[in-house]
């Protein structure tokens, strides 16, 4: 969602057209990514020794931009800033679940991310991926959701032949591990985070399914492109 130039505000509006046509069947969460690299973006070219920093100056735009994007359709949006601890948390954990539930009953779609800001852990990933991938997953399991997508600039999960795999057994997670490598462009994660996320929502008895950004949302859930995981 953010790069080296700031907030890609093009790509932003083109998922929320594709969220919109979703939430009338469904009830979203959102995990959304990104504070770090719009932080740079806004640093008026200072350069800091402290990613935290960087999230601090990120944070609060990356959320404006998707409530701007979704009140443009008539849609809230509010934001949740969250740290593992939170999550794994026995008090905490239900807490959180209250809110998130308390959001979507009032027609408020939750967009969580990672506080950076506190969170030493999804700091210290920023060097060799982890993106927000488990974190969607640990908050699909907390309210315990139906579905769970995972978007990437590919079609969904690739075999060694660069095709894609559309339904993926469990016998075969190991393998597929193996297969995903490499990083997103600016180290913020990979398909391997992805792969890791879609288990552990697997195991929970939810829908998991990694596709294209670019794709139709819907069809994601209905098992016409993406990789689903059973």
């Not at 800091?48 to 990120?58: P, R, V």
């Not at 308390?102 to 950076?116: F, G, K, M, R, T």
């Not at 999960?157 to 993926?168: A, F, M, T, Y």
Request: charged share 25%; with cysteine.
């Amino acid at each position: 969602l953010a790069g080296d130039q700031g907030i890609d505000y093009t790509k932003i509006k083109k998922y929320v057209a594709k969220l919109v046509d979703l939430s009338k069947d469904y009830h979203l969460v959102l995990v959304s990514s990104g504070a770090v690299a719009a932080g740079r973006s806004l640093s008026s070219g200072k350069v800091y020794s402290d990613n935290s920093l960087l999230a601090m100056l990120g944070s609060a735009e990356i959320v404006t931009v998707w409530q701007k994007a979704l009140g443009f359709h008539g849609l809230s949006a509010g934001q949740i800033l969250v740290t593992y601890r939170d999550i794994d948390d026995q008090v905490e954990g239900g807490r959180l679940r209250k809110i998130i539930e308390l959001a979507i009953s009032n027609d408020v779609i939750p967009i969580i991310n990672e506080n950076d800001v506190l969170s030493d852990i999804e700091l210290a990933r920023l060097s060799y991926g982890g993106d927000n991938d488990g974190l969607a997953a640990k908050i699909a399991v907390t309210i315990q959701a139906k579905h769970l997508l995972l978007l990437t600039n590919v079609d969904g999960l690739l075999d060694g032949n660069n095709q894609v795999i559309k339904r993926l057994d469990e016998k075969y997670y190991d393998e597929a591990r193996k297969i995903s490598t490499g990083k997103s462009e600016l180290g913020r994660g990979g398909m391997v985070t992805k792969l890791d996320g879609a288990i552990l929502a697997r195991n929970n008895r939810i829908d998991a399914i990694i596709g294209n950004s670019s794709a139709n949302y819907h069809d994601l859930i209905d098992g016409k492109c993406g990789t689903h995981f059973v």
